[in-house]
């Protein structure tokens, strides 16, 4: 078993800045890929930023609505999970929410999956980022 622990959500004013982190302890070499979801009220929970850790190439994924603002990173470990979020907007508030699983590391494979919410096995509880103008 694997448990994620999300941290650094807050209340924040259009343009601000926030950096979430997500730590992992357990089994976490059950786990290649992690990654940040995001969901508002009302909403399907969607993809914002993946990567794939601990395998012979980084490689990262981002929604369009991120790309230029958010940045996706993890510790030497491909423990800690980290996002960095910039010039944030208020479509940006949601709850955020950190999963990690294991994805086949062949890209077709792993581009196609890393936003797939049905292949994560592992989930942290959220945390609450709240953008106001």
């Known amino acids: 078993q694997v448990q994620l622990v999300e941290s650094g959500g807050g209340s924040v004013q259009v343009g601000g800045s926030l950096r979430l982190i997500c730590r992992a302890t357990g089994d976490t070499p059950s786990f290649n890929s992690m990654a940040w979801f995001r969901q508002a009220p009302g909403q399907e929970r969607e993809g914002v930023a993946a990567i794939l850790a601990r395998e012979r190439y980084n490689r990262t994924l981002y929604a369009d609505s991120v790309k230029g603002r958010f940045t996706i990173s993890h510790d030497n470990e491909g423990e800690t999970l980290y996002l960095q979020l910039n010039n944030l907007k208020p479509e940006d508030t949601a709850m955020y929410y950190c999963?990690?699983?294991?994805?086949?590391?062949?890209?077709?494979?792993?581009?196609?999956?890393?936003?797939?919410?049905?292949?994560?096995?592992?989930w942290g509880q959220g945390t609450q980022v709240t953008v106001s103008s």
């Open positions: 999963a990690a699983t294991y994805l086949y590391p062949n890209p077709n494979r792993w581009y196609r999956s890393a936003f797939d919410r049905n292949e994560f096995r592992y």
